[in-house]
């Protein structure tokens, strides 16, 4: 079983997105990753924010769960074998490790999530 680590809303301006999870919702910024990603203090779950880049995916304003792996190639096959669409044929680097995003049989959009080793 792959455990939910993050949870990522794609926005198109982050920096609109930051002020209403901060004044509407009452969450402060725990982290900035670049210009394009803001982490959110939170329970749990980690929250994450993330600026909707040209050409990338999700291309519109999105929730995406993300799901973290120990072996994200390993991971991409099972999916792909399982009747998942992989959205990207090779993990990309993201600031903390490597994603590679996929749909379920309906179509639904996901992540996965492996860590650099620390």
Do not use: H, N, W
């Not at 910024?29 to 929250?47: D, F, H, R, S």
């Amino acid at each position: 079983m792959l455990p939910v680590c993050v949870q990522t809303v794609f926005v198109p301006d982050l920096e609109e997105a930051v002020r209403f999870y901060s004044e509407g919702l009452g969450y402060e910024v725990k982290a900035t990753y670049g210009p394009c990603i803001v982490q959110l203090k939170t329970g749990a779950t980690t929250l994450i924010l993330e600026k909707i880049e040209a050409g990338a995916q999700p291309a519109s304003p999105a929730t995406v769960l993300c799901f973290q792996t120990e072996d994200i190639r390993a991971s991409m096959r099972t999916i792909a074998e399982a009747g998942g669409e992989l959205m990207d044929a090779e993990p990309q680097r993201c600031p903390v490790g490597v994603v590679a995003m996929f749909k379920d049989k309906a179509g639904v959009m996901y992540q996965l999530l492996q860590f650099d080793a620390a």
